[in-house]
């Protein structure tokens, strides 16, 4: 039996050996293939842990959902980074260092930015229906369409994600809400023209400080605000914009003719007092003078009037003499008798005849 | 043997990660969770995790958003205090604060939950609404302007009535998004504002017009006044002069016929200067030398 059953056992393998071989050789190399697969499989799956966090964004990494790190340095930064496989560690990406912008969606009436655009807009009925049209009613009970744009970036990128489904809408509320208020404490023309910066600002500070009561976790960077007048009431706005030009400039021209007056009266006077200084200077100058020489000229006078009379007399006629123009000598008629003489006296300078005629 | 070890490390393995799905579970960083045994809610879980529990069917869990959730109610018609009609959507924002107590209340439905919430909100809306009047509404004096009263007391309303029923749900903010009027009001209104801008137009035309005279008659007024000012001034300097000439005076009353016969010498000078003809005679000094040649006369 033992023989036999060596025999067999010694036959077997022979046969055996052949299929077994082959079996077995298959199955190493399945072997190696299954264990390169799996090697492959267990790169693949601590390789899947490798991201990238973009230059715009932050990621924060949740193992078994809690957040990994402490403080700040939950937020990885730009860069390539690891974490464990899920379920274990899961990540989310935070859109952190770029501008976010909102709009608000209330205060303006029906249309699209491509209908403004092209100023096809659909015409304004008689009434505002609450339903499709956009306003804000302001201090004075006047309605008003009003308009704002929020830039705000993340502070809290913890809270911005993790506190808020959608903390865009919440900022968007904020910013609906804080038109509203702000123009229920604003008069229209203030909005519209007197206050038009203060009334911007007032909607900052709002969004401001319900962002700040509501911890959204953002810094606001800036909020532009546009407002007009209903577009049913454009014309009669125009008007009053109209009479505020046509006031100032009446103003304005009163102004440069106060300017013009008041300018010309200080020339004026300015003159009036220099001609009056001179008149004083010279007047007392030349009576100075005239006492002088009347001072030096009386001894000479007291010595002989007659001589002293005709000297100055011919001294003066010599000089008159030099400066008269026109010197006629007309001596008497020999036989006394009167003489006529017809004198043509034309002091007017000739005009020129080439001045007015072309 | 070492084969052996290696398919126990990775039975083990497989067997860990099992019980793990089996018994374990996540709460993340934005979730809430809430466990129940066989249906009931025993255990609250606020602070993300991984937790134990026992496999289904024993304990189960219920995972929510706790993060703050937006809500508006329909735009709804509300009377004021002085019968004014307002057309008011208010938004909130708000939690699931208990999970333990929200689970049973609404069976885990949030839109169930807001239904809830816009019926408290819309009740408390119209009572306080109608309490107050329509200045406090919109008013230009910050005294006076409630705007931020009357959401705080909407909100205080709407979390009493949270509260009392405790239904989980925390109310973190709430605050109006729209303030409108009812169609047929907005044509009354722009019929008062057309008014009220005409009135502005006329105002503004009398005021220019007003305003432009003022300043030009006060012009006036204060050119002439410096003017007459320079003219009074310049008397009184030609008076200093004047008096300043008349202390010179007394040399003249010496001789007052040299004085006399000087002046007319200056007058001659004066009139006969420039641009003048003179016409004489022989009788005219010094042309008298024509007459009257000086003789050396034996009389003297």
Redesign the interface.
């Known amino acids: 039996m033992s023989h036999d059953h060596e025999h067999h056992d010694h036959d077997a393998p022979e046969t055996q050996d052949a299929g077994s071989q082959a079996l077995a050789e298959a199955l190493r190399s399945s072997f190696a293939i299954v264990k390169i697969v799996m090697a492959l499989m267990v790169l693949a799956f601590f390789g899947s842990g490798f991201f990238t966090v973009g230059p715009q964004e932050k990621a924060v990494i949740l193992r078994f959902g809690k957040p990994v790190g402490e403080g700040d340095k939950i937020l990885l930064n730009a860069g390539l980074h690891w974490s464990l496989p899920y379920p274990i560690d899961e990540v989310v990406k935070i859109p952190i260092t770029e501008q976010q912008i909102v709009s608000s969606t209330i205060g303006w009436y029906l249309t699209t930015p491509e209908a403004e655009l092209s100023g096809e807009e659909m015409p304004a009925g008689p009434t505002l229906n609450p339903a499709i049209d956009g306003y804000v009613l302001t201090a004075d009970r006047n309605i008003l369409h009003a308009r704002a744009t929020l830039r705000y970036h993340i502070d809290d990128p913890m809270r911005y994600v993790f506190g808020f489904t959608n903390a865009q809408m919440t900022v968007q509320n904020a910013l609906n809400n804080a038109l509203l208020y702000t123009a229920a404490s604003f008069n229209v023309d203030d909005i519209l023209l007197n206050r038009v910066d203060e009334f911007r600002e007032a909607v900052q500070l709002r969004v401001t400080d319900l962002a700040e009561q509501q911890q959204l976790g953002i810094v606001i960077e800036q909020c532009d605000v546009e407002s007009r007048p209903p577009r049913q009431l454009q014309s009669v706005f125009d008007q009053v914009t109209d009479a505020r030009v046509n006031r100032d400039k009446a103003l304005i021209g009163a102004h440069s003719y106060e300017n013009q007056i008041t300018n010309s009266a200080g020339a004026q006077a300015v003159s009036i007092i220099n001609r009056a200084e001179a008149d004083r200077t010279n007047y007392v100058a030349s009576i100075t003078a005239e006492a002088k020489r009347f001072t030096d000229l009386l001894p000479g006078y007291e010595t002989n009037r007659n001589l002293f009379a005709q000297m100055t007399l011919v001294q003066t006629m010599g000089q008159v003499l030099t400066n008269v123009q026109d010197k006629i000598y007309l001596p008497q008629r020999a036989d006394g008798q009167p003489r006529e003489l017809r004198l043509m006296l034309n002091r007017e300078p000739p005009q020129p005849k080439n001045a007015a005629s072309p | 043997m070492k084969q052996n070890l290696l398919t126990i490390v990775i039975g083990a393995v497989l067997v860990i990660i099992f019980a793990l799905l089996l018994f374990v579970f ?6 809430i969770a809430v466990v129940t045994t066989f249906g009931k809610p025993v255990q609250n879980i606020t ?4 937790y134990f529990k026992w496999p289904w069917p024993i304990q189960n869990v219920y995972k929510f ?1 706790k ?4 809500f ?1 109610d329909k ?1 709804s018609q509300t009377l004021t205090a002085d019968n004014n009609n307002l ?1 008011v959507t208010i ?1 909130t ?1 708000w939690e699931i604060s208990d999970a333990k107590e929200f689970y049973p209340k609404f069976l885990g439905s949030v839109p169930a939950a807001q239904r809830a919430l816009e019926s408290m909100m819309r009740n408390a809306k119209n009572a306080v609404i109608a309490s107050h009047n ?1 200045s406090d ?4 004096d ?1 005294q006076q ?1 409630k ?2 009263a009357i959401e705080g007391e909407i909100k205080a309303e709407v979390q009493a009535e949270l509260s009392t029923n405790n239904y989980g749900i925390q109310l ?2 709430l ?10 009001v ?2 009354t ?2 019929s008062r ?2 008014a ?3 009135q ?2 006329s105002s ?2 009398f ?3 007003a ?3 003022n ?2 008659s ?3 007024r ?3 006044g ?2 007459n ?3 009074a ?3 009184r ?2 008076g ?3 008096a ?2 008349a202390q ?2 007394p ?2 009353q ?2 007052p016929e ?2 006399n ?2 002046l007319r ?1 200056d007058a ?2 004066q009139s ?16 008298d030398l ?1 007459q009257n040649l000086p003789k050396n006369s034996p009389t003297n």
């Open positions: 996540q709460v993340r960083q934005s979730e602070e993300p995790g991984a958003d993060r703050i959730q937006n508006e735009f057309i938004f924002g329509l509404f919109v008013n230009s910050p302007l705007f931020d973190d903010f605050a109006f998004k729209k303030i409108e009027l009812p169609e047929s907005s044509a209104v722009f504002m057309t009220e801008r005409q502005i137009i503004l035309q005021a220019g017009d305003e432009s005279n300043i030009a006060a012009a006036d204060l050119a002439a410096v003017v000012n320079a003219l001034d310049a008397t300097i030609r200093e002069g004047e300043a000439a010179v005076l040399v003249f010496q001789n040299l004085a016969y000087l010498i001659l000078k006969l200067n420039q641009r003048s003809t003179l016409i004489f005679d022989e009788r005219t000094p010094p042309f024509f």
